[in-house]
Nanobody
Framework: QVQLVESGGGLVQAGGSLRLACAAS????????TGWFRQAPGKQRDWVAG???????IYVDSVEGRFTISRDNAKNTVYLQMNSLKPEDTGVYYC?????????WGKGTLVTVSS
């Protein structure tokens, strides 16, 4: 059974940093594409960043240069380092792993950025 558990969210002032972690079990994430999504209050869930099995990283324009996605294969964990946070980065952050046609989701971690 695949499980993804996000952690690292919290309350931070604008300009601050947080590092989110997504610990996976039941699946080897080094061979999969993994992404981070966020859902702001009252809005749809949007893709933020991704890392492929070949370690290629991609970002939505709004976080390019501020966020960094990475993976620790030994820990089977994906991270999202978030710097220079803005109030508009507020939301629940979810990680997702694609395994064939199935996308597995974690339950999310809340990030609140105060102005």
């Amino acid at each position: 059974q695949v499980q993804l558990v996000e952690s690292g969210g919290g309350l931070v002032q604008a300009g601050g940093s947080l590092r989110l972690a997504c610990a996976a079990s039941g699946i080897i994430i080094s061979s999969k594409s993994t992404g981070w999504f966020r859902q702001a209050p009252g809005k749809q869930r949007d893709w933020v960043a991704g890392i492929t099995s070949g370690d290629r990283t991609i970002y939505v324009d709004s976080v390019e240069g501020r966020f960094t996605i990475s993976r620790d294969n030994a820990k089977n964990t994906v991270y999202l380092q978030m710097n220079s946070l803005k109030p508009e980065d507020t939301g629940v952050y979810y990680c997702a792993v694609d395994s064939g046609p199935v996308r597995h989701w974690g339950k999310g971690t809340l990030v609140t950025v105060s102005s």
